[in-house]
């Protein structure tokens, strides 16, 4: 929205630093940061006082949870998105396609998980919405995102499959892309969403993956840069930076208070919400296959429930103590803050692998 100063800037000094993306990205960020510390507290009291009991806790979890978790709010999300919101307006540019798809697909995800928190904190038990219905809607949402997002990109790349490292080959999916997009979209909400089990694990790899994936989309927003990387261009993508600076601001905001002892957890309204924003940040640069690598650690934490399921069924053992895999740790004795750092420290690793696929050819 402040993107309209530039009128300024040929009148009024300073004001053409509003046409830089990196310095409304930078202002993004802190904003949301800003607005996550000043409206933390008053929101995590509200949920207290309408949450008595708090979130409900899986009683076939690990049995420390039903000691050290029990009373804590549950529906956190509500900081991240309204933080990552604020600032986005703000900041973004409202002519930019890119931006609404991403910040659209967020919100929708967000909605989805507020209602299946709503609906486990008003039965006290941990059934919401039922996996059909959630499942139902997050493909709607997917597919819809994908054809919009194809619609915008450049006619050369409509429809196609970014190979990274092997930068010259492209797979013509047609329109088949779209409900690929779908896939990478759902897959990424309920990545998240099974990855947020412990305080604190799932908001740093997301914060990470995010920042990664705002890099690219700056470089792949930009001719120049692309000429240089030997990557496809993609016009306006970079104005993302601004939306991924903010989910950074946003996510950190919420991190202060979701650090071991969580004083309030997000819930599957955050949860699902991110990770629809991390799938669509990805659709949206044409970066699918990378966003595999970034966010290996939700990838990881998907196939540990799948393997775990498929095992059991077929044999009648478990491959994991407990799945998913944060939980196997947890049984082994792990302490969560030890699984926590590990797994961010992987994180990390896994996002500069997933740069240096913007440079290896």
């Known amino acids: 929205m402040l993107f309209w100063l530039t009128e300024f800037a040929d009148t009024l000094p300073g004001f053409n630093l509003f046409r830089f993306i990196t310095f409304r990205a930078g202002a993004a960020f802190f904003t949301a940061l800003a607005f996550g510390f000043f409206f933390g507290p008053p929101l995590i009291n509200m949920l207290r006082r309408r949450q008595s009991n708090g979130q409900p806790i899986r009683p076939d979890g690990p049995e420390s949870h039903l000691l050290t978790k029990t009373g804590t709010p549950t529906m956190g999300g509500l900081l991240i998105l309204s933080s990552l919101s604020v600032a986005t307006l703000l900041w973004a540019r409202w002519d930019n396609p890119y931006v609404w798809i991403v910040l659209v697909v967020t919100l929708c995800f967000g909605a989805i998980g507020f209602a299946?928190?709503?609906?486990?904190?008003?039965?006290g038990n941990v059934k919401g919405v039922p996996g059909r219905v959630r499942l139902g809607l997050?493909?709607?949402?997917?597919?819809?995102?994908?054809?919009a997002a194809m619609s915008?990109?450049?006619p050369a790349l409509q429809g196609q499959l970014a190979v990274p490292v092997f930068k010259e080959v492209l797979f013509n999916l047609g329109w088949f892309f779209i409900p690929f997009g779908a896939f990478v979209i759902v897959g990424a909400a309920n990545a998240v969403n099974l990855t947020d089990g412990l305080d604190g694990l799932a908001i740093m790899p997301v914060m990470i993956a995010a920042t990664t994936l705002g890099v690219i989309a700056y470089a792949v927003g930009r001719v120049d840069f692309t000429a240089y990387l030997d990557v496809h261009y993609v016009p306006g993508v970079g104005e993302l930076l601004i939306f991924t600076a903010a989910l950074a601001g946003a996510g950190l905001g919420f991190l202060w208070y979701n650090a071991p002892p969580a004083a309030v957890f997000m819930g599957d309204t955050g949860s699902l919400a991110l990770g629809g924003a991390l799938g669509a940040i990805a659709v949206a640069t044409k970066h699918e296959i990378v966003l595999a690598v970034v966010g290996g650690i939700f990838v990881v934490e998907t196939l540990?429930?799948?393997?775990?399921?498929?095992?059991?069924k077929t044999t009648g053992r478990r491959v994991f103590l407990m799945a998913p895999i944060h939980h196997h740790f947890e049984k082994k004795g792990w302490a969560e803050p030890q699984i926590v750092i590990r797994f961010w420290i992987i994180a990390l690793v896994l996002a500069l692998i997933g740069l240096a696929t913007l440079k290896v050819r």
């Open 116 to 123: 299946d928190d709503l609906a486990k904190v008003s039965r």
């Open 138 to 147: 997050g493909v709607l949402i997917g597919l819809a995102a994908s054809f």
């Open 152 to 154: 915008v990109h450049p």
């Open 304 to 312: 540990s429930v799948i393997i775990q399921g498929l095992y059991f």
